[in-house]
Each structure stands twice: as structure tokens, then as C-alpha cells.
């Protein structure tokens, strides 16, 4: 069995998933020298981590919309 890519699809759900998550940075840009400025403990991540992870969370979130969204499961279809 051959899984063919719907990339318009793939690439809708790329944009919306990253869109939000840039969305969100845009609204939370000035909130790293709040954290800076935390008492943290020592095994805190630095602040420069946070962008890195989220743009990797909200790529693969896109993916994840993109599998369920081209799913052809019997659950899916009872909706």
C-alpha cells in the first residue's frame, strides 16, 4: 500500500498550525525579560530554548493535523 501526500493539505495545516504559533509569539515577545528576571532553578532552560521548542511543537502539530485530517478511519466517519 502506497500513502500518497496531499501536500496542499499538508501545507494548509502547516500554515495554520505555524501561523498560530506565530500569532502567539508576536503577542508573548515581551514577556522573555520577565523571565529573565525569575528566580529559577538551576536546571532551568534558557530563554533563547523556548522558541527553538515551540517551533518544533507547533510544526509537528501541523503534521498531526495533517494525519488525522487525511485519516480514513471508521471513527471519522461517524462525525
Do not use: N
Amino acid at each position: 500500500m502506497v500513502l500518497k501526500i496531499q501536500w496542499k493539505v499538508l501545507l494548509v495545516s502547516l500554515l495554520i498550525s505555524m501561523g498560530i504559533g506565530g500569532i502567539s509569539a508576536l503577542v508573548s515577545k515581551d514577556s522573555m525579560p520577565v523571565y529573565e528576571g525569575l528566580v529559577k532553578p538551576p536546571l532551568s532552560p534558557p530563554g533563547w530554548l523556548f522558541g527553538v521548542v515551540w517551533g518544533i511543537l507547533f510544526f509537528l502539530m501541523g503534521i498531526s493535523a495533517y494525519i488525522v485530517y487525511t485519516s480514513d478511519s471508521p471513527e471519522k466517519a461517524l462525525h
